[in-house]
């Protein structure tokens, strides 16, 4: 008898913490991606990469850092996606970007080993969305230690 008295009280218990517990609902979506690679394996042969991918409310960003001897393969897959003629260079820097309405819609900066990119959200289509994230995919792939051997 005291057994069952206890199971019920467990259960009892146990329905009100669980009514009692709160969901938390966000209406935000924001979600990011983060990696590192440095390997020192290979006798003098170094590698590092940085990628980061920010998707926010407004904003889509990619972040990476590489190897340096990438660098002429990312600015041509850039130049394939981007276009020259809409290709700025200044002061050892490479920029792609595209206005609406006197306001950015995205800004792609590479400068050295060093690549951001920015999609203002609110100003670009679902298909532009869509060719970013694909964009971000392939520079993932073109900037891993696997590509660059």
Do not use: C, H, P
Not at 76 to 100: A, C, H, P, R
């Amino acid at each position: 008898m005291k057994t069952l008295i206890l199971i019920i009280a467990s259960f009892v218990l146990g329905l009100l913490t669980t009514n009692g517990q709160t969901t938390e609902t966000s209406s935000s979506k924001s979600s990011s991606e983060f990696s590192f690679t440095y390997d020192s394996d290979a006798e003098n042969k170094k590698f590092y990469r940085s990628f980061i991918t920010l998707d926010m409310d407004d904003n889509y960003r990619i972040k990476i850092k590489f190897m340096k001897y990438m660098e002429s393969n990312v600015k041509s897959y850039l130049i394939d996606q981007f276009g020259k003629e809409n290709m700025t260079e200044k002061n050892d820097s490479y920029v792609w970007s595209k206005g609406l309405e006197e306001e950015e819609v995205y800004q792609v900066k590479l400068k050295g080993n060093r690549l951001r990119i920015n999609v203002k959200k609110e100003l670009a289509s679902d298909k532009l969305l869509k060719r970013f994230t694909q964009i971000g995919k392939e520079l993932k792939k073109l900037t891993s230690e696997s590509a660059g051997s």
